[in-house]
T-cell receptor, first 114, second 109 residues
Framework: GAGVSQSPSNKVTEKGKDVELRCDPISGHTALYWYRQSLGQGLEFLIYFQGNSAPDKSGLPSDRFSAERTGGSVSTLTIQRTQQEDSAVYLC????????????FGAGTRLSVL | GEDVEQSLFLSVREGDSSVINCTYTDSSSTYLYWYKQEPGAGLQLLTYIFSNMDMKQDQRLTVLLNKKDKHLSLRIADTQTGDSAIYFCAENPDYKLSFGAGTTVTVRA
């Protein structure tokens, strides 16, 4: 696609429910990144993929968070048993490679946990 | 505390130049970046500079890099109302970007 696409753009859920956030990177980009933007914490790095592999998961806030990438393209960020502190904008970015680290961002998914 | 620091607010008159400053900590960053975020939108890559460059100009945007002082600046010439947004400075000591808190630029008539 022309840019990084994220869906849904907005998600409202109840505390305790699971949510899945989707990211479709720019075609041909091998590296994909997830960040979270919240009022109290600013922009935080969560996880990155090179191809389908996620070498470093240390940025994930808790074991309720997981992510996968299939076919070297679409990625899904899953949050289980959501809590109110998970409310934030989740941003996805992609870059041509890890070495050519010019990251282009999607519009984000705004998650609200009630 | 944050590794990348920026002032939080800047108010500028329409038509004047805006200068946004940033200091970073990691001298191993290959690139340094400026992103723009408008209300309700994602991050738009405005420009970036290689760490071995001192200056980069792109239309109304001028980026200056002082590696000795780890200081990065973004100058926007002839600031317009459409330039009102939050501007983020970022470094990449490794694969991930490390962002500043963002500078909110308000353009007044």
């Amino acid at each position: 696609g022309a840019g990084v696409s994220q869906s849904p753009s907005n998600k409202v859920t109840e505390k305790g429910k699971d949510v899945e956030l989707r990211c479709d990177p720019i075609s041909g980009h091998t590296a994909l990144y997830w960040y979270r933007q919240s009022l109290g914490q600013g922009l935080e790095f969560l996880i990155y993929f090179q191809g389908n592999s996620a070498p470093d998961k240390s940025g994930l806030p808790s074991d309720r968070f997981s992510a996968e990438r299939t076919g070297g393209s679409v990625s899904t960020l899953t949050i289980q048993r959501t809590q109110q502190e998970d409310s934030a904008v989740y941003l996805c970015a992609s870059s041509p490679s890890l070495g050519e680290n010019i990251q282009y961002f999607g519009a984000g998914t705004r998650l609200s946990v009630l | 505390g944050e590794d990348v620091e920026q002032s939080l607010f800047l108010s500028v008159r329409e038509g004047d130049s805006s200068v946004i400053n940033c200091t970073y900590t990691d001298s191993s960053s290959t690139y340094l970046y400026w992103y723009k975020q408008e209300p309700g939108a994602g991050l738009q890559l405005l420009t970036y500079i290689f760490s071995n460059m001192d200056m980069k100009q792109d239309q109304r945007l001028t980026v200056l890099l002082n590696k000795k002082d780890k200081h990065l600046s973004l100058r926007i010439a002839d600031t317009q109302t459409g330039d009102s947004a939050i501007y983020f400075c970022a470094e990449n000591p490794d694969y991930k970007l490390s962002f500043g808190a963002g500078t909110t630029v308000t353009v007044r008539a």
